[in-house]
């Protein structure tokens, strides 16, 4: 090959390899994410979405993998959730635990109850409650979600809630991974909004 066929050569060779680079981290970035649910043992609510309402007695279980990327990570390596609910009932007690796992370990990086009756939750609206988790309790050397999977078990100790989302994050020793996820529209909510919709046009016309 002569010297100007080397040097068309070498940026075609340098461009393809870079847009196979390119392609291998975009397939890598974009892994499918991946919610389950279930509550009381039995599946539940969409890929990607939460129960609409958990009630006393409820056991739910959920799943994940893969959250998409978000940038690049600036903070300690960590894993945090968050839950926000709602109630147009608040004169008794709502008791909510919430425990957090590593994928392939049985026991828990994180349990905490929380008491929405108590003194400071009952004003507030919605209600939230959250966790940012650098190890597991009582096991400094175990991070959590660091593979970007992993498992939150909540239980309905007592009184019940609905959903309004749940917010998931990883932060790695470099990548940030987050996701939000709310409830299913209720048939309910779904005839509300027609009802907007209709309105919104009749006024259009008019």
């Given at each position: 090959m002569n010297e100007a066929g080397r040097c068309l050569f070498n940026p075609m060779?340098?461009?393809?390899?870079?847009?196979?680079?390119?392609?291998?981290?975009?397939?890598?970035?974009?892994a499918q994410l991946m919610i389950q649910w279930s509550i009381n043992g039995q599946p539940a609510v969409a890929s990607l979405e939460?129960?609409?309402?958990?009630?006393?007695?409820?056991?739910?279980?959920m799943n994940f993998a893969n959250l998409p990327y978000a940038g690049i990570n600036t903070y300690q390596a960590q894993a945090g959730v968050s839950f926000t609910f709602n109630s147009t009932e608040r004169s008794?007690?709502?008791?909510?635990?919430?425990?957090?796992?590593?994928?392939l370990d049985p026991v828990s990086v994180y349990t905490n109850d929380f008491n929405f009756y108590s003194s400071g939750w009952i004003w507030n609206d919605p209600w939230q409650i959250g966790a940012g988790i650098?190890?597991?309790?009582?096991?400094?050397?175990?991070?959590?979600?660091?593979?970007?999977?992993?498992?939150?078990?909540?239980?309905?100790?007592?009184?019940?809630?609905?959903?309004?989302?749940?917010?998931?994050?990883?932060?790695?020793?470099?990548?940030?991974?987050?996701?939000?996820a709310?409830?299913?529209?209720?048939?309910?909510?779904?005839?509300?909004?027609?009802?907007?919709?209709?309105?919104l046009c009749r006024r259009k016309r008019a």
């Open positions: 060779r340098n461009l393809i390899l870079s847009a196979l680079l390119l392609a291998s981290a975009f397939q890598t970035a974009n939460v129960p609409e309402r958990l009630n006393q007695g409820d056991v739910c279980i008794s007690a709502k008791i909510l635990r919430m425990e957090v796992f590593n994928t650098g190890n597991a309790v009582g096991r400094p050397s175990v991070k959590p979600w660091q593979d970007n999977q992993g498992v939150v078990r909540l239980t309905m100790m007592e009184g019940s809630l609905s959903t309004v989302s749940m917010s998931l994050a990883v932060r790695t020793a470099d990548s940030l991974y987050e996701f939000t709310v409830p299913e529209p209720s048939s309910l909510s779904l005839l509300a909004l027609g009802g907007v919709v209709v309105a």
